[in-house]
T-cell receptor
């Protein structure tokens, strides 16, 4: 079966660092995406990992370990506008076309 | 440039009625996807188009759901005899099949469907 797990909710303080974890079990793997979704809006692309290691992009970094079926999204210097849902998604199942999404992690950033 | 657009943004319909949801992908994007997001749930894959053909319809939840794409561009998702459990946000996404070695999908704003 296909399964993607991430925490339901997290809270953090403005200016701090937060790590959102994602574990996956899929019948194939062709890459992992992180998307950000503000309430009532469309998901927007944050990162893509297909090889093991860390990808850094400004305040956001994403890490992948294929052998462990594990990824995390690291957000540094948190801002209030980072309050959103963060969606982990895997291209799996042997196809290059279908994203399998986790339920998302709602992050609340407090002053 | 223009992003993915969807219409209507909101649709309220009575149980048993048919609805049509429209998606205009980014110009030049060959791949188009439909997803459904129910309240508090993750995005659920419905169907994938490559050009006008749909090689993967595995996510359509029942035969009341159908979709088509014409001219390799606009797509319509049709739900017949709507049920209350069809209430959700329907999201469309498009992609160049390969962008910088990734498969980034660009999402539209969604159509919020409410079946009363």
């Amino acid at each position: 079966g296909q399964n993607i797990d991430q925490p339901t909710e997290m809270t953090a303080t403005e200016g701090a660092i937060v790590q959102i974890n994602c574990t996956y079990q899929t019948s194939g793997f062709n890459g992992l995406f992180w998307y950000q979704q503000h309430a009532g809006e469309a998901p927007t692309f944050l990162s893509y990992n297909v090889l093991d290691g860390l990808e850094e992009k400004g305040r956001f970094s994403s890490f992948l370990s294929r052998s462990k079926g594990y990824s995390y999204l690291l957000l540094k210097e948190l801002q209030m506008k980072d309050s959103a849902s963060y969606l982990c998604a895997v291209i799996g199942g042997g196809g290059y076309n279908k994203l399998i999404f986790g339920a998302g992690t709602r992050l609340a950033v407090h002053p | 440039g223009a992003g993915v657009s969807q219409s209507p943004s909101n649709k309220v319909t009575e149980k048993g009625k048919d609805v049509e949801l429209r998606c205009d992908p980014i110009s030049g994007h060959t791949a188009l996807y439909w997803y459904r997001q129910s309240l508090g749930q993750g995005l659920e894959f419905l169907i994938y188009f490559q050009g006008n053909s749909a090689p993967d319809k595995s996510g359509l939840p029942s035969d009341r759901f159908s979709a088509e794409r014409t001219g390799g561009s606009v797509s319509t998702l049709t739900i017949q005899r709507t049920q209350q459990e069809d209430s959700a946000v329907y999201l469309c996404a498009s992609s160049l099949e390969e962008v910088r070695g990734s498969y980034e999908q660009y999402f539209g704003p969604g159509t919020r469907l409410t079946v009363t």
